[in-house]
């Protein structure tokens, strides 16, 4: 195990190394950044002022080890657009987005673990067939769309939320349900496979031999197997989820990493938009690490592959 | 073996496909037709007829089907050229990656050992970067065209052509024909594209659909944004975006549009299921 821990470790480092080299490169090679900090009809010798100050003359490879020591010492650099240390800036908004995508997921498990369990039992019946069609017109759906639907639904006709903003728990719950329904699919299927797989086996037959109740065959038998896979999907969909949040934070205006990633983005905030690509990346791959360790832990067979 | 004997027999009987395929037949056809068909120019603008609402509405005339968008252009000509743009997107981005993503897939498939150990690190470190932010921040960097969401889609998105052509060239990688077409000389690329290719094609083809169908709702999400195709173009996505501010007092601007994306994202996710288990039912999650 220690070992297996150990590989995938160093892989985990190896790909976030990578990805802060995709993120430094993208935002290099794609326009001169001391144009874009100059601003516009800005001045030559400005602009070679700035990319004396800033360093933007010195080789690639230099730039990038140096803005990966201040990285990695916490210092993202200078917001262009808001004028203060970027790090702070985005610390901040982290706890927003963490907290909706944790509920999202929440509210994803809370509808794919029932209607999963339900297709299963009843399979080939009418109930496993809408669920089924529930999960395909769902990732049908464009989540803006949707989230534009839910804002008639709930603030213009029942008067019930905000329509954005953020600040109270009725904030959040629009955004949880638009980005969450979106998870959801993925679980229910996998939910609905383990489970088939898991009725059919030998100890639900004697759990039903000895004349157990259903109810507590499949849900104390069998699902408590069924959701082994689930953990490492959990892990996984939370760093879409977390990906997902620019999309709709930004339409409810909820003040998290997202919105602030789009705000950047619109502003032309080179430093934070690269820091908030890079955070999300170093969490995804942190998600990744723990679901592999996880299901090591809890299937020995992994370990040894 | 694709024509194999009673395949047709066995896509009739497949609902999945048939209803799926008729649905996404119609939508190319409108998009194929469109100059033709549409009623208006849609890029025509007739100020004193904006907001008109569609036929069903009281205030709706047939004149407009559909109605008007809020520069007096005619909504349905809009969103019948708007399927062009969504079906471009789609099969351009799936074309794309899907070239990096076999390529990849397929050279770690048949060698295995570093080359398969260096294309799973790449697969791993695209995967972890999110795409809709990385796309959005290309997007702001170079510039909004739809050419643009097309190339940075189509670099974005082989992940999983890479992963599934991985694992179906592995399968395939020992069979007997394989190791003929080796045994009888022939280079690389030719058992590569010979042998190994027709063989994954049913899993090829499958990917593609359910990656058209995610680069499409990403080409609206990113227009919504502001971020993707530029007006006037009547991206389905951005027709939702100028109609935001409308919504409340008329629905339809939204709704059509966003009927029209989900139709079309369900035809091809339900043909792309109904085609794996046609072609691939091994492959079913």
Same mark, same amino acid.
């Given at each position: 195990?220690?070992?297996?821990?150990?590989?995938?470790?160093?892989?985990?480092?190896?790909?976030?190394?990578?990805?802060?080299?995709?993120?430094?490169?993208?935002? @290099?090679?794609?326009?001169?950044? +001391?144009? +874009?900090?100059?601003?516009?009809?800005?001045?030559?010798?400005?602009?070679?002022?700035?990319?004396?100050?800033?360093?933007?003359?010195?080789?690639?490879?230099?730039?990038?080890?140096?803005?990966?020591?201040?990285?990695?010492?916490?210092?993202?650099?200078?917001?262009?657009?808001?004028?203060?240390?970027?790090?702070?800036?985005?610390?901040?908004?982290?706890?927003?987005t963490?907290?909706?995508?944790?509920?999202?997921?929440?509210?994803?498990?809370?509808?794919?673990?029932?209607?999963?369990?339900?297709?299963?039992?009843?399979?080939?019946?009418?109930?496993d067939?809408?669920?089924?069609?529930?999960?395909?017109?769902? *990732?049908?759906?464009?989540?803006?769309?949707?989230?534009?639907?839910? !804002?008639?639904?709930?603030?213009?006709?029942? @008067?019930?939320?905000?329509?954005?903003?953020?600040?109270?728990?009725?904030?959040?719950?629009?955004?949880?349900?638009a980005?969450?329904?979106?998870?959801?699919?993925?679980?229910?299927?996998?939910?609905?496979?383990?489970?088939?797989?898991?009725?059919?086996?030998?100890? !639900?037959?004697?759990?039903?031999?000895?004349?157990?109740?259903?109810?507590?065959?499949?849900?104390?038998?069998?699902?408590?197997?069924?959701?082994?896979?689930?953990?490492a999907?959990?892990?996984? *969909?939370?760093?879409?989820?977390?990906?997902?949040?620019?999309?709709?934070?930004?339409?409810?205006?909820?003040?998290?990493?997202?919105?602030?990633?789009?705000?950047?983005i619109?502003?032309?905030?080179?430093?934070?938009?690269?820091?908030?690509v890079?955070?999300?990346?170093?969490?995804?791959?942190?998600?990744?690490?723990?679901?592999?360790?996880?299901?090591?832990?809890?299937d020995?067979?992994i370990?040894?592959? | 073996?694709?024509?194999?004997?009673?395949?047709?027999?066995?896509?009739?009987?497949?609902?999945? #496909?048939?209803?799926g395929?008729?649905?996404?037949?119609?939508?190319?056809?409108?998009?194929?037709?469109?100059?033709?068909?549409?009623?208006?120019?849609?890029? %025509?603008?007739?100020?004193?007829?904006?907001?008109?609402?569609?036929?069903?509405?009281?205030?709706?005339?047939?004149?407009?089907?559909l109605?008007?968008?809020?520069?007096?252009?005619d909504?349905m000509?809009?969103?019948?050229?708007?399927?062009?743009?969504?079906?471009?997107?789609?099969?351009?981005?799936?074309?794309?990656?899907?070239?990096?993503?076999?390529?990849?897939?397929?050279?770690?498939?048949?060698?295995?050992?570093?080359?398969?150990?260096l294309?799973?690190?790449m697969?791993?470190?695209?995967?972890?970067?999110?795409?809709?932010?990385?796309?959005?921040?290309?997007?702001?960097?170079?510039?909004?065209?739809?050419? #643009?969401?097309?190339?940075?889609?189509?670099?974005?998105?082989?992940?999983?052509?890479?992963?599934?052509?991985?694992?179906?060239?592995?399968?395939?990688?020992?069979?007997?024909?394989?190791?003929?077409?080796?045994?009888?000389?022939?280079?690389?690329?030719?058992?590569?594209?010979?042998?190994?290719?027709?063989?994954?094609?049913?899993?090829?083809?499958?990917?593609?659909?359910?990656?058209?169908a995610?680069?499409?709702?990403?080409?609206?999400?990113?227009?919504?944004?502001?971020?993707?195709?530029?007006?006037?173009?009547?991206?389905? %996505?951005?027709?939702?975006?100028?109609?935001?501010?409308?919504?409340?007092?008329?629905?339809?601007?939204?709704?059509?549009?966003?009927?029209?994306?989900?139709?079309?994202?369900?035809?091809?996710?339900?043909?792309?299921?109904?085609?794996?288990d046609?072609?691939?039912?091994?492959?079913?999650?």
């Amino acid at each position: 195990m220690g070992g297996y821990i150990l590989k995938r470790l160093g892989l985990a480092i190896a790909v976030a190394l990578a990805v802060s080299m995709i993120a430094f490169l993208l935002l @290099r090679l794609s326009g001169d950044p +001391a144009i +874009a900090i100059a601003g516009e009809g800005a001045r030559s010798e400005d602009i070679e002022l700035i990319r004396k100050t800033y360093g933007f003359d010195r080789p690639l490879p230099v730039q990038y080890v140096e803005w990966l020591g201040r990285t990695l010492r916490g210092d993202f650099g200078e917001s262009i657009y808001f004028k203060t240390a970027a790090a702070p800036l985005i610390f901040a908004k982290l706890e927003t987005t963490m907290v909706l995508g944790l509920l999202s997921l929440a509210f994803a498990l809370a509808i794919s673990i029932p209607l999963g369990v339900m297709a299963a039992v009843y399979r080939n019946s009418w109930i496993d067939r809408l669920c089924l069609a529930l999960a395909v017109l769902g *990732q049908a759906l464009p989540n803006f769309f949707f989230a534009l639907l839910l !804002i008639m639904l709930f603030s213009i006709s029942l @008067r019930w939320l905000p329509v954005s903003g953020s600040g109270t728990w009725q904030h959040f719950v629009m955004p949880t349900i638009a980005l969450g329904y979106y998870a959801a699919p993925a679980f229910m299927r996998l939910i609905r496979a383990g489970m088939i797989e898991v009725l059919e086996a030998d100890y !639900i037959r004697t759990a039903r031999a000895k004349g157990l109740p259903a109810g507590k065959v499949i849900f104390k038998h069998a699902l408590r197997n069924a959701v082994v896979p689930v953990v490492a999907l959990a892990a996984v *969909q939370l760093g879409f989820l977390l990906g997902g949040s620019v999309v709709i934070e930004t339409i409810f205006a909820l003040d998290g990493l997202g919105y602030l990633a789009y705000q950047s983005i619109t502003f032309k905030d080179f430093p934070v938009m690269q820091s908030i690509v890079l955070l999300l990346s170093v969490i995804y791959v942190v998600l990744t690490l723990a679901s592999d360790i996880a299901n090591a832990w809890l299937d020995p067979r992994i370990r040894v592959a | 073996m694709i024509a194999a004997p009673g395949l047709w027999r066995r896509v009739w009987k497949n609902k999945a #496909v048939v209803v799926g395929g008729a649905l996404l037949l119609l939508i190319v056809f409108i998009a194929l037709a469109a100059p033709w068909i549409a009623p208006y120019d849609p890029y %025509g603008q007739d100020l004193a007829n904006r907001n008109v609402p569609p036929f069903w509405y009281e205030q709706g005339s047939w004149l407009h089907p559909l109605g008007t968008d809020p520069l007096g252009r005619d909504y349905m000509s809009r969103l019948f050229y708007g399927a062009r743009i969504s079906l471009l997107i789609g099969i351009s981005v799936a074309i794309i990656s899907g070239l990096i993503g076999t390529t990849m897939g397929m050279l770690a498939g048949y060698f295995g050992g570093k080359t398969d150990m260096l294309v799973s690190f790449m697969v791993t470190t695209r995967l972890s970067m999110p795409v809709i932010l990385v796309a959005l921040a290309t997007v702001a960097l170079v510039g909004g065209s739809l050419w #643009v969401v097309i190339m940075v889609l189509g670099l974005l998105k082989w992940d999983r052509f890479a992963v599934v052509m991985r694992s179906a060239t592995q399968q395939v990688r020992s069979l007997d024909y394989v190791a003929a077409a080796q045994a009888a000389g022939a280079s690389t690329a030719r058992v590569l594209l010979g042998e190994v290719l027709p063989n994954v094609m049913p899993h090829l083809i499958v990917v593609a659909t359910l990656e058209a169908a995610s680069a499409i709702l990403l080409e609206a999400a990113l227009s919504f944004l502001g971020l993707g195709v530029q007006p006037p173009l009547p991206s389905w %996505g951005l027709m939702i975006s100028e109609a935001k501010s409308y919504m409340f007092f008329s629905f339809w601007l939204i709704a059509l549009p966003g009927a029209a994306l989900a139709i079309l994202i369900f035809a091809i996710n339900l043909a792309g299921d109904g085609l794996r288990d046609l072609l691939a039912p091994e492959g079913r999650a």
